[in-house]
């Protein structure tokens, strides 16, 4: 088996999502999920684009009854929870680097559901799933200034791994930013490093060339407006939640957060970066 290690540390993931979830709570929305929602309707709520998405993903993983499924990446937990409780799947299983989401997961003490202090870099299953979903978190697979033949390498081995866990008729459903229209030099002058530290983004062509030896393509959709508007609601519900958010996490941490959704949603309009979603099926089945 590669050897990978190439991504954020635990150290850089807990310096981003290691906050209490109260604090994530107070301005996420009852979806309580950290990436971008999918918004088909112009009029869509914040909380029924973030139901989107979280359908869009059981479906294009085709998550159903007595079903495993495995979430790379997983929060606190929304899509553990819905497979069981919305797609009647048999067991849920997370992995994430961030302690305080793993204790919140077990605290919620769902049937079927657990979730594991754990890089998929070391995950090993003891039996396939059906279904594996990965929404947000390919963005740290990655650290900066990694060549691009190296990058590939690490991209091709999550792929190579997702497909060897798979059933024969396994799905894989992806989101991850990419980067979009930008030239190097704002690119170089980008702050996303300082936002989530040891973290870099693949290119569309990136993910779809990893994939290739491992994995079919059957769908993608590119919808930056969708993060656009996700991060302006975002912004909406720290800043309404002004004194609560400093209380919890402090005014530096506050700001930082604030600043990090007014910034990111203008370079999602602007379509400096993508937000992309890809269906991968196994080959040769
Ligand atoms: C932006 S959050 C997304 C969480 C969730 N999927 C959602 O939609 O709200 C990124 C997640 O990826 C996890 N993560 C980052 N690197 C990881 C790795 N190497 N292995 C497993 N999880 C990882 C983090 O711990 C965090 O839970």
């Not at 869509?44 to 499924?69: C, F, P, S, W």
């Not at 081995?157 to 798979?166: D, G, I, P, S």
Request: hydrophobic share 35%; with cysteine; charged share 25%.
């Amino acid at each position: 088996m590669t050897e990978i290690n190439t991504g954020a540390s635990r150290e850089a993931i807990e310096f981003h999502y290691d906050m209490p979830a109260e604090f994530f709570a107070l301005w996420l929305g009852k979806s309580m999920t950290y990436t971008a929602a999918r918004f088909t309707r112009p009029d869509m709520t914040l909380d029924e684009a973030q139901l989107d998405k979280i359908n869009y993903h059981l479906n294009a993983a085709q998550v159903g009854q007595g079903h495993r499924m495995l979430d790379i990446g997983c929060g606190w937990g929304t899509l553990l929870k819905s497979s069981v409780e919305l797609r009647g799947a048999g067991s849920a299983h997370g992995l994430t680097l961030s302690p305080l989401q793993q204790k919140y997961i077990s605290s919620l003490g769902l049937p079927n559901v657990s979730a594991a202090l754990q890089s998929y870099e070391h995950h090993q299953p003891d039996k396939p799933y059906d279904s594996i979903i990965s929404v947000g978190a390919f963005e740290h697979f990655v650290k900066p200034g990694i060549p691009r033949e190296e990058r590939l390498e690490t991209y091709s081995e999550l792929f190579r791994r997702c497909a060897e866990w798979m059933t024969r008729d396994g799905r894989f459903s992806l989101q991850t930013m990419t980067w979009g229209d930008v030239g190097q030099t704002e690119r170089d002058m980008n702050r996303i490093h300082e936002i989530f530290p040891e973290s870099d983004l693949p290119e569309i062509a990136e993910v779809i060339e990893a994939a290739h030896p491992h994995l079919e393509l059957v769908s993608m959709e590119n919808r930056p407006e969708d993060y656009g508007r996700t991060l302006a609601e975002w912004a909406k519900g720290l800043r309404a939640n002004r004194e609560r958010a400093i209380e919890i996490v402090g005014d530096e941490r506050y700001k930082f957060y604030l600043d990090s959704c007014k910034g990111g949603s203008l370079l999602y309009r602007r379509r400096r970066f993508y937000l992309c979603r890809f269906v991968f099926r196994r080959r040769g089945r």
